[in-house]
């Protein structure tokens, strides 16, 4: 249920069977850190998040668009809000500007700290299981970066 047009949607006037086709959007993994993402984007301070570009072609999905909505799911995979992504873009990890770093509401004062938690996360067993081993996070490594907004809490 991802189209250009999401953003005319009436996310209130959604059915049950509707928003059980909006694709879910996981932040971390299970876990404290999810939860603490989630909590962040509930009480507005996060806006803003990245991943790897790889990963689309890894899970063979599209990166998402802006207007496209998502569902905020917690540790428990409990649906909490829904998302729409309000602007997508793809640079470079070097290039990745402390807007950006801020608006992911988690304490990063510059795009400096941002890069190396995410270098650090990015590279991590966990991480590294799930999406393979064979590649370096280096300056050209591509990130994409998603802004967004709660739509509407449940």
């Not at 996310?11 to 049950?16: E, G, H, N, R």
């Not at 999905?61 to 793809?90: F, N, Q, V």
């Not at 795009?111 to 650090?120: E, I, K, P």
Request: charged share 35%.
């Amino acid at each position: 249920m991802t189209s250009d047009r999401d953003h005319d949607i009436d996310v209130d006037a959604l059915t049950s069977q509707e928003m059980a086709r909006i694709p879910k959007d996981e932040f971390a993994y299970p876990g404290p850190v999810r939860d603490v993402l989630v909590a962040s984007i509930l009480e507005g301070r996060k806006t803003s998040t990245a991943c790897l570009h790889r990963e689309f072609e890894i899970l063979d999905e599209e990166a998402p668009k802006a207007g496209d909505l998502r569902m905020l799911i917690d540790s428990h995979e409990h649906d909490l809000a829904i998302l729409r992504y309000t602007s997508i873009e793809t640079k470079c990890f070097i290039d990745v500007d402390d807007r950006h770093a801020m608006d992911e509401g988690e304490g990063y004062t510059d795009a400096a700290g941002w890069r190396t938690v995410h270098a650090d996360f990015w590279n991590s067993p966990e991480y590294r299981d799930e999406f393979g081993e064979n590649f370096t996070i280096d300056d050209d490594t591509l990130v994409t970066l998603e802004r967004f907004e709660v739509a509407r809490l449940l």
